[in-house]
T-cell receptor, first 116, second 116 residues
Framework: AQSVTQPDIHITVSEGASLELRCNYS??????LFWYVQSPGQGLQLLLK??????LVQGIKGFEAEFKRSQSSFNLRKPSVHWSDAAEYFC??????????????FGTGTRLKVLA | GAGVSQSPSNKVTEKGKDVELRCDPI?????LYWYRQSLGQGLEFLIY????????KSGLPSDRFSAERTGGSVSTLTIQRTQQEDSAVYLC??????????????FGPGTRLLVL
């Protein structure tokens, strides 16, 4: 069955430190890949997405992610974390359910805490 | 509209009562999704509407849950005879189908449901 795994439930980093959030997926083909961020009491905001092409994807707020087919991973990175980045981060895959329709599977999320 | 809107933002109800949650998608978006997010959990897919096609109801947890989408726009998620385990945030997302590919979802702020 298709699945998305975010192995880190909580991550704490100091402001200015680098960040990497892990995401692994299980799917027979190359899926469409997404990272979303959810601030407290808010809906999900798209950070970046990978559909095809360059495997290093740039997103908003200084985030980037790299698709590694051999590892079935799509890890999210940021070189220098800001206090405002504290939030919950969700990795998701888009899978073709039937011809022309797509379903999305989300990981359980990683909650990021930023220390001043 | 400018984004996906959901109402009410919060709903407190008594066990056994029916509730209706509303979602207004982005104008022109043909696809609409409902998800449930329980405390500390990822997003659980509930139902998916795509244009005039029959909805994908495979994620609905029980026959107490139903949803409709009128005129290809506004959607209502109805939960009958609510139970305490229905307490969660219900998120709606809409997307515009891209030719031959998956779609980026845009999320509303959610409805926080508490069943007493």
């Amino acid at each position: 069955a298709q699945s998305v795994t975010q192995p880190d439930i909580h991550i704490t980093v100091s402001e200015g430190a680098s960040l990497e959030l892990r995401c692994n997926y299980s799917y027979g083909a190359t899926p469409y890949l997404f990272w979303y961020v959810q601030s407290p009491g808010q809906g999900l905001q798209l950070l970046l997405k990978y559909f095809s092409g360059d495997t290093l994807v740039q997103g908003i707020k200084g985030f980037e992610a790299e698709f590694k087919r051999s590892q079935s991973s799509f890890n999210l990175r940021k070189p220098s974390v800001h206090w405002s980045d504290a939030a919950e981060y969700f990795c998701a895959v888009g899978l073709e359910a039937t011809s022309g329709t797509y379903k999305y599977i989300f990981g359980t999320g990683t909650r990021l805490k930023v220390l001043a | 509209g400018a984004g996906v809107s959901q109402s009410p933002s919060n709903k407190v109800t008594e066990k056994g009562k029916d509730v209706e949650l509303r979602c207004d998608p982005i104008s022109g978006h043909t696809a609409l999704y409902w998800y449930r997010q329980s405390l500390g959990q990822g997003l659980e897919f509930l139902i998916y509407f795509q244009g005039n096609s029959a909805p994908d109801k495979s994620g609905l947890p029980s026959d107490r849950f139903s949803a409709e989408r009128t005129g290809g726009s506004v959607s209502t998620l109805t939960i009958q005879r609510t139970q305490q385990e229905d307490s969660a945030v219900y998120l709606c997302a809409s997307s515009l189908r891209l030719a031959g590919g998956a779609m980026t979802q845009y999320f509303g702020p959610g409805t926080r449901l508490l069943v007493l």
